[in-house]
């Protein structure tokens, strides 16, 4: 009798994603592999399995123990449900910045969620990656996966997506894009893409502007799971041991604009509802094509679903908010109402490190014409071209504040103004209508908010400024 044609479990629906031909403009083919349509809705499913089974081969996890990982989402989902199919407990730590709706996934497969405030270098113990090794050590039968230094992670791509991928364009293709997160995508399917082409398969990384993998300063950014992002008070910068630069013959920068744009646009045009990082590698992919024969077989790897941040990328709200999108030229906005770049009264902004008698001569400088000067306190370094993004805007100070500070003692010159921050100012993006902006001001304590254009500081807007631009009755 004929074998029946069905998966004995949900781990033999992990991988073994279809590739889909894009429409692109140039004359290379560049096909997508979705891998958003393994079972548990991201590549990090095949990493899942891979890093389990070698952990039970190697005696590491034991029936009755614990699966602990520091992930920005998809990899705890992967060893959740393989955690779930086979018996384990799982336990995943994010940060506050990973979507809602991968913290529900995670829920729903059955994991335990630690939430775990961002903006923790990596040495200190609330980082999520030194927090889960804390959580692994203390926890009877716990074992971290730890992807970014785990083997078997380059590997599953090794031994899974990159055969998949050569099967699938019967060896025609000639160049792979990936984001780089951990490296192990890039570094498995990448390797064995060389190695069985003789060399003949380019290996591109795509990655976020400001990411050190592309050589950017690691500052943060919005695509989440992408990229290398460096805090400012990092000891060491590690890189993770998944990652095998060698692999890689060149690496595309994508600002997040155009990584966010070209996502977009995907689902509307070509019905495809991919993730952030999909966006960037699609973007490097389109640069790749076009600069590529018309011989040329692209295969991009779009690693996640869209449905994961229908409250981020696909909202327009969270778009108008950061600066990604122009708004309704029609009405008002916020940037009618904000100096220009160049603009001599662009922002300006102190960084967390200034001592208080730096940040006085300054405030007292600017304050001209009896305005409360009211400056957002930024990131270190800080200046003219390294504009704070929105999450590294950690507060605000007065000249009103600091000197009454001053005079009853609980401050002294040479503090650092982070001892004594106010908090942040509120934050509209360039394209928000100029009369909503207006209302959300009246309501604040403050008088004063930063424009954020391409989520990164821009400029101070006042109220009086906005209601210049609002009709009366608003
Ligand atoms: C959505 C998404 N994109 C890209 C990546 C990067 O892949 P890798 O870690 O294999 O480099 C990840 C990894 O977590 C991811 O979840």
């Keep these: 009798m004929d074998a ?23 004359a290379a083919a560049v096909y997508a592999k979705l891998e958003y349509l393994s079972i548990g809705g991201s590549a990090k499913d095949r990493i899942g399995l891979r890093m389990v089974e070698q952990a039970e081969k190697d005696g590491l996890l034991r029936p009755g123990g614990t699966v602990v990982e520091a992930t920005s989402g998809n990899t705890g989902i992967g060893l959740a449900l393989v955690a779930a199919e086979k018996g384990y407990r799982s336990l995943v730590v ?63 791509h090794y031994l899974t997506t990159g055969p998949e991928i050569w099967r699938q364009t019967r060896g025609r293709v000639t160049h792979l894009v990936s984001c780089i997160g951990t490296g192990g995508t890039i570094s498995g399917a990448g390797r064995y893409l060389k190695e069985v082409s003789d060399g003949g398969v380019q290996v591109i990384g795509a990655d976020p502007a400001s990411s050190v993998y592309a050589g950017g300063d690691g500052r943060p950014y919005f695509i989440e799971a992408a990229g290398h992002f460096l805090h400012p008070d990092t000891e060491q910068d ?56 018309a011989d040329a077989v692209v295969v991009v790897i779009l690693p996640d679903s869209g449905r994961q941040y229908l409250s ?7 778009m108008l908010r950061l600066g990604f999108l122009d708004g309704d030229a029609d009405a008002p906005r916020v940037a009618d109402a904000t100096p220009q770049d160049g603009d001599s009264a662009a922002l300006p902004y102190l960084n967390t490190r200034t001592p208080v ?29 390294r504009r704070p993004t929105a999450p590294e805007l950690a507060g605000s ?41 207006h209302g959300t001001l009246a309501r604040h304590p403050r008088d004063t908010a930063v424009v954020l254009r391409d989520g990164c500081a821009q400029a101070l807007v006042t109220s009086s400024g906005l209601s210049a631009l609002v009709p009366t009755g608003h």
């Design 397 to 437: 100070v007065t000249l009103a504040g600091l000197e009454a500070a001053l005079q009853d003692g609980g401050a002294t010159l040479g503090d650092p103004l982070s001892d004594h921050l106010e908090p942040p100012l509120p934050q509209f993006g360039y394209g928000e209508p100029a009369h909503e902006a």
């Design 94 to 156: 994010v940060t506050d910045r990973v979507s809602e709706e991968k913290v529900n996934t995670l829920r729903a497969f059955g994991a335990e969620v630690v939430i775990k405030p961002s903006g923790h270098p990596r040495q200190h113990p609330e980082h999520p990656m030194s927090f889960a090794a804390h959580l692994a050590a203390t926890t009877p039968g716990g074992w971290l996966a730890n992807q970014y230094d785990n083997p078997a992670n380059p590997e599953a």
């Design 4 to 26: 029946m044609d069905v998966y004995e479990s949900a781990l033999g629906l992990i991988g073994g994603t279809p590739l889909v031909r894009l429409r692109t403009e140039g």
């Design 357 to 385: 008698g730096d940040a006085l001569n300054v405030l007292r400088a600017r304050n001209l014409a009896g305005v409360e000067p009211v400056l957002p306190a930024g990131p270190c370094p800080a200046g003219p071209d």
């Design 238 to 293: 590690v890189w993770p041991t998944s990652y095998h630069p060698d692999v890689v013959d060149r690496i595309v920068p994508v600002a997040d604009r155009r990584a966010l744009h070209t996502l977009r646009q995907l689902a509307r045009d070509q019905g495809l509802l991919a993730g952030g990082s999909s966006g960037t590698a699609l973007a490097a992919a389109h640069e790749v094509a076009a600069g590529a024969g």
């Design 312 to 318: 981020k990328y696909f909202n327009d709200t969270w």
